[in-house]
């Protein structure tokens, strides 16, 4: 692993030029950035927006082993995780910053998480505090942001709660970081603890600040936890035990409440197993959950007030392991991060109806972990 000057100057010469303006309408390419586990990290594509096509763009940032991707919210900004397990013989992972200019992706700020093997991070609602989920490390850790720019790590967190798989669950293993409607909240999904741990959030000093503990069925693996647009339903998707709960959120305390679990996998299912993620299109009618273990795309009706969900499909997701996936921006199409097949699989999808085309289109990426539109 390189130094952090070794980092920003190969980060740098790495960085191409972002072509495409944000309304997605708008003639040319639209530029989406996808996060590989591969030493290069951070790749580019342009993305045809009526034809659903992706043309490889080259390397973003030679950012290695990247997990995840995200926007800050007024989109200048680019922050990714690490998922290297160490550094001269230590634990190490790291997070890092980019700006995002007409000239190109250009590095900022590169932070030790405090832990190892660092999954995904998250950034609040304002833009001004970075929380990293550590998975090897068993830890969660904050950052303020100021210009793009990560501070030193202001808190951090090592849990010790695991559960009772003792492959998966033999120590404790954050997943996913996510923020309640009104920002006021911090949710660590533990896949390893089998619990989502809930605290206060302190935006002027990106302090975390415990709240209380949703606790899930022994072995379940919460990984993954999405907000409705309703503002009051949530989904927490859980890996091992590829169910889905739908939970009530509480303004006042910012607690969680199960409402109801659905079973993914069809009926007499007995292979392999692993939920991964969720996608929620924007008008909150339809919701997706894949799962790693039959490669599947499974979709539901969403009920616009309750969050209540019905069955409405199971798609073959068009490779192997689908680690995310996401919408573009026109919800016309449904990409897929297949990361063991090493491509990308977009599918065309029905606004109205959410239905997915039963066949998709696979453009290469190199172990693809996470994609994200300009």
């Not at 089998?194 to 949703?214: S, V």
């Not at 894949?290 to 599947?296: L, V």
């Not at 921006?329 to 491509?343: F, G, K």
Request: aromatic share 10%.
């Amino acid at each position: 692993m390189p130094t952090r000057r070794v980092f920003l100057k190969t980060a740098s010469a790495a960085a191409i030029a972002v072509s495409a303006p944000r309304n997605f309408a708008a003639a040319g390419p639209q530029r989406v950035y996808v996060a590989s586990s591969a030493p290069n990290g951070i790749l580019a594509y342009d993305w045809n927006t009526d034809s659903g096509e992706l043309t490889a763009a080259g390397v973003a940032a030679a950012f290695p082993k990247a997990a995840w991707i995200t926007y800050s919210p007024d989109r200048r900004f680019i922050f990714s995780a690490s998922e290297l397990q160490s550094q001269n013989g230590e634990p190490f992972a790291e997070v890092a910053s980019f700006q995002v200019a007409p000239a190109g992706l250009h590095p900022l700020s590169a932070r030790h998480s405090g832990s190892a093997g660092t999954c995904q991070v998250g950034v609040d609602r304002t833009g001004s505090v970075l929380v990293a989920a550590d998975y090897a490390g068993g830890s969660a850790t904050s950052f303020l942001i100021h210009a793009g720019r990560l501070s030193p790590a202001v808190w951090s967190e090592h849990f010790t709660a695991h559960g009772p798989n003792p492959d998966r669950q033999q120590s404790p293993h954050p997943h996913f970081v996510s923020f309640s409607p009104d920002n006021r909240f911090v949710y660590v999904n533990d896949l390893g603890g089998d619990r989502i741990h809930i605290y206060r959030l302190n935006t002027a000093t990106a302090k975390l600040t415990q709240a209380g503990n949703f606790i899930a069925r022994p072995g379940a693996g919460p990984r993954t936890l999405h907000f409705h647009p309703n503002g009051h339903t949530a989904y927490c998707i859980n890996e091992l035990a590829s169910t889905v709960y739908v939970l009530e959120w509480s303004r006042q305390d910012g607690g969680l409440t199960q409402v109801d679990s659905i079973d993914l996998l069809p009926q007499g299912y007995h292979g392999p197993t692993s939920a991964c993620d969720t996608v929620i299109s924007r008008d909150g009618r339809h919701v997706y959950f894949a799962n790693r273990g039959d490669s599947s795309l499974y979709a539901f009706h969403a009920d616009s007030v309750t969050g209540a969900l019905t069955r409405a499909g199971r798609y073959d997701c068009g490779g192997k392991t689908p680690r995310h996936f996401v919408l573009d921006p026109t919800e016309r199409w449904m990409l897929v991060a297949n990361e063991d097949s090493d491509w990308i699989t977009v599918f065309a999808r029905d606004r109205r109806t959410g239905t997915l085309a039963g066949e998709g289109k696979n453009y290469p990426a190199l172990t693809p972990m996470c994609i994200l539109f300009r």
